[in-house]
Nanobody
Framework: QVQLVESGGGLVQPGGSLRLSCAASGNIFSINTMGWYRQAPGKQRDLIAT???????NYADSVKGRFTISRDNAKNTVYLQMNSLKPEDTAVYYC???????????????WGQGTQVTVSS
């Protein structure tokens, strides 16, 4: 089994910064793409950033220039540095990882439990 555990959420004022972390553990052979999603109340879960095992990144237009995704492959961890936060960034943030548990076993996606980010004065 594979677990993803997020941390780093909280309450921050507009214009502030937060850094989210997501550590994968368990029976891991390899991790391909990792990403961050968010879901605001009453809205769908949206993709905001992804990073491949080789470090190629992709961002939603709403966070470009403000958020930075990175990963530490040795620690099976992905990070999301969030700067210049806005009230509309308020949401539950989820990490996602495409994980293989064996050489000949197809990879699948796993989700973390989510961490709340609230941007408010």
């Amino acid at each position: 089994q594979v677990q993803l555990v997020e941390s780093g959420g909280g309450l921050v004022q507009p214009g502030g910064s937060l850094r989210l972390s997501c550590a994968a553990s368990g029976n891991i052979f390899s991790i391909n793409t990792m990403g961050w999603y968010r879901q605001a109340p009453g809205k769908q879960r949206d993709l905001i950033a992804t990073i491949t095992s080789g470090g190629t990144t992709n961002y939603a237009d709403s966070v470009k220039g403000r958020f930075t995704i990175s990963r530490d492959n040795a620690k099976n961890t992905v990070y999301l540095q969030m700067n210049s936060l806005k009230p509309e960034d308020t949401a539950v943030y989820y990490c996602n990882a495409n994980v293989a548990i064996g050489l000949y076993i197809p990879s699948r996606y796993y989700w973390g439990q989510g961490t709340q980010v609230t941007v408010s004065s």
